[in-house]
């Protein structure tokens, strides 16, 4: 990996919003960063590919070894920031493997379990010891899931690991709140959102994911979001009074 910034020169010094999206090359991800709704915000994408046009921090966030990295850049970048809002948003996430547990290999389960399950409780917890100090607004977005809440057989470790992100979440924005509100956390399941995830979905066979029909009706119908819609609509939670800890729920069911 060469610099992490990938060649940007940046003016991070006059920028008064900063957005770090794990997940940003893609899908989600991608979209929140297109539809930033500040006129002046500088976006760090954290993920293994670049989205064009942003900065890009390389990082496989099913690697422990690169949670560190990504704790140093928090650190770096928001000790000297002095302008009106941070925002951490983690949008990456895997359904991979999609299958049954104790069928699919056990090497890419572990992987799926440190970035569906850890990687957003330690990349949460090393942003919030990077702002720590800060007097800026800080803010928290969890990119959720329905799947924490519903038995989708096929989808053990992504099931669990949006429960875990959804208490993390709660639990940890409890601690805020009781601190100040210095930093405000929420988890949102944003619905079925046309991403490449969706793609995935559809690809899985129905023995590994009995559930598959749902989703293939729902894209047939054409009732999955736009992703960039769906960004707009996570973005615009920030500007509402939410409980501290708050985990919304946007999935709306088809009539
Ligand atoms: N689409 C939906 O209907 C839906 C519904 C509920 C929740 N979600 C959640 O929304 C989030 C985004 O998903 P999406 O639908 O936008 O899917 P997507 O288009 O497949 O994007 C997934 C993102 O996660 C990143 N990612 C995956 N593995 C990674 C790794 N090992 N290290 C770093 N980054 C990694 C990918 O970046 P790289 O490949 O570049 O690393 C990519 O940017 C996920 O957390 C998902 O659970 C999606």
Not at 20 to 32: L, N
Not at 44 to 63: K, M, V
Not at 89 to 102: E, K
Not at 115 to 123: G, K, M, R, Y
Request: one cysteine or more; hydrophobic letters at 40%; proline letters at 4%.
């Amino acid at each position: 990996m060469g610099s992490p910034y990938n060649g940007f020169s940046y003016t991070a010094a006059v920028m008064s919003n900063l957005v770090f999206i794990t997940g940003g090359s893609s899908g989600i991800g991608a979209a929140m960063a297109r539809v930033v709704p500040y006129s002046d915000a500088r976006v760090i994408n954290i993920s293994r590919r670049e989205l064009e046009g942003y900065e890009h921090f390389e990082a496989d966030l099913s690697d422990p070894e690169a949670w560190r990295g990504v704790a140093d850049l928090f650190a770096r970048e928001i000790k000297d920031f002095a302008g009106e809002r941070i925002v951490f948003i983690h949008s990456a996430g895997t359904l991979q493997p999609i299958g049954f547990a104790g069928e699919v290999p056990p090497d890419a389960y572990t992987r799926q379990v440190l970035l569906d399950s850890a990687s957003p409780q330690i990349l949460g917890d090393a942003f919030l010891h990077a702002a720590r100090k800060t007097q800026v607004e800080c803010h928290v977005v969890m990119i959720s899931s329905g799947a924490a809440f519903t038995v989708f057989e096929g989808w053990s470790a992504y099931c669990a690991g949006k429960a875990a992100m959804d208490q993390w979440v709660r639990t940890a924005g409890a601690e805020q709140a009781r601190r100040g509100d210095r930093c405000r956390l929420l988890a949102v399941a944003p619905g079925i959102v046309e991403t490449a995830m969706q793609r995935e979905i559809r690809e899985a066979s129905s023995d590994d994911f009995p559930s598959i029909e749902m989703f293939v009706g729902i894209h047939e119908n054409d009732q999955g979001r736009d992703p960039e819609e769906a960004a707009r609509e996570i973005w615009s939670l920030l500007e509402r009074q939410l409980e501290n800890g708050a985990v919304v729920d946007l999935y709306v069911p088809a009539d």
